[in-house]
């Protein structure tokens, strides 16, 4: 199988939070912690894109490639072509994991279906609703680096349906992702 590269996207701007989400206080630690401290335990092919100094210093002292991302002020486009063109530079083929930084009760058991899987295109989802993380194969490259503003990967996965496995997710409070001040009270 291919190498897989997690990319963790962590330069939201918490527009509808009113304060940064991801450094905001959950459970002992910042938000975006949950998440990455996670992933970071058992992978290592883990880049972290973001605006935050404070997130890239905290990743990159574990390990994880950390890049700088100014322009995701402008939408999750930016974030996502700056890992893309990043590891576009590297031999191909490899996939890539998108995940975001506000999840924090995405499980390693997730996160392991969506590495074994077969498919070149997948998303999680509970039932009937698809949520975040996603898988691309690098091939989708080219789609990806067409996006623009405020588009995610989502974008590319609806064109191509068929191609898609969904990977199901124990409890839905994995797809939980937090994007008010009100999220969080709710999960405590």
Sequence with gaps: MN???IIFL???NSRRFKGNKLLFPFQNKPLYQHALDLILKKYDHVIVVSQYDEILQYAAQRGATSILCLESIHGLSYSIKAAVSYLNTLEKPFRMIFMVADQPYISMNTIDKL???????ASCAYKDKIGNPT???SSYI?????LKEDQGGRKVL???PDEV???QVENI???????????LKQLQ
Excluded at 115 to 121: D, E, S, W
Excluded at 173 to 183: M, S, T
């Design 173 to 183: 409070r994995e797809l939980y992702d937090i994007d008010y001040q009100e999220d």
């Design 135 to 137: 898988l691309f194969d």
């Design 165 to 167: 496995e969904y990977i």
């Design 158 to 160: 609806n064109k191509h």
């Design 3 to 5: 190498k897989t590269y």
């Design 10 to 12: 962590a330069s939201g």
């Design 142 to 146: 080219p789609e990806l680096l067409l």
């Design 115 to 121: 590495m074994h899987t077969k498919h070149k295109l």
